[in-house]
């Protein structure tokens, strides 16, 4: 459980005007001194974002999944299925977007981009750092796929478990990352009387930013 006083001293610094000086150049500098200052504020899942894809029908889907990198050369990075149905579409169309809330804050951070896959290397040297029983869970899974049962869940569980029984879980092949290459950053932060604070970062030539306030 997270206690109440981080809370308490994160909501009393909402209501300070944010403005253009008072950010970071780079929006990836941005994103780490919101990050840093939402775990100090003791929020739970920090790193939890959505991540909206489309199907070929152009129908929108979203999906919370776990941010586990970021760096301006790998971009933000996350795992999954790659038969999992986000994948399926992110394949097909690659442009995406992601969504990291932090309610007590009053802070939004969008980003914009495009994904691909990670590097095998990258997927198994990361894999290797999951407990053994997500590592078992990530070959029990058939994900997006129809389940018949609980049971039968449960059961092939059970034989996975056995199947790696006194040795090392592979990465499967058919497990493994995503990064998400952003061209643009949003920053907003809530303010009284919806006279929020939203500011953004376009990438344009030369891998430099530009940053502009907007409307809320």
């Excluded at 690659?94 to 994904?115: D, E, K, N, T, Y």
Aim: proline share 6%; aromatic share 12%.
């Amino acid at each position: 459980m997270f206690g109440i006083r981080p809370w308490i001293h994160a909501i009393s610094c909402v209501g300070k005007t944010l403005h253009l000086d008072d950010l970071a150049k780079d929006p990836f500098t941005q994103f780490d001194a919101w990050m840093r200052k939402a775990k100090a504020a003791g929020l739970p899942e920090t790193t939890a974002m959505s991540v909206c894809s489309v199907d070929p029908e152009g129908r929108p889907s979203q999906r919370m999944v776990l941010l586990k990198h970021i760096s301006p050369e790998r971009g933000l990075m996350f795992y999954t299925n790659y038969g999992s149905r986000k994948a399926r579409e992110l394949d097909a169309h690659p442009p995406c977007s992601l969504l990291f809330h932090q309610h007590i804050l009053q802070r939004q951070i969008r980003v914009r981009g495009r994904a691909e896959r990670s590097t095998r290397e990258e997927s198994e040297a990361y894999f290797k750092t999951r407990p053994r029983s997500s590592q078992l869970g990530a070959w029990t899974s058939r994900q997006s796929e129809v389940l018949d049962h609980r049971d039968s869940f449960e059961q092939r569980f059970q034989e996975v478990s056995e199947r790696f029984k006194g040795q090392e879980v592979p990465c499967p092949d058919f497990w493994g990352g995503y990064r998400i290459i952003p061209d643009q950053f949003e920053f907003w932060q809530g303010r009284a009387y919806r006279l929020h604070d939203r500011f953004v970062y376009s990438k344009i030539e030369n891998g430099h930013w530009e940053r502009v306030r907007l409307y809320p």
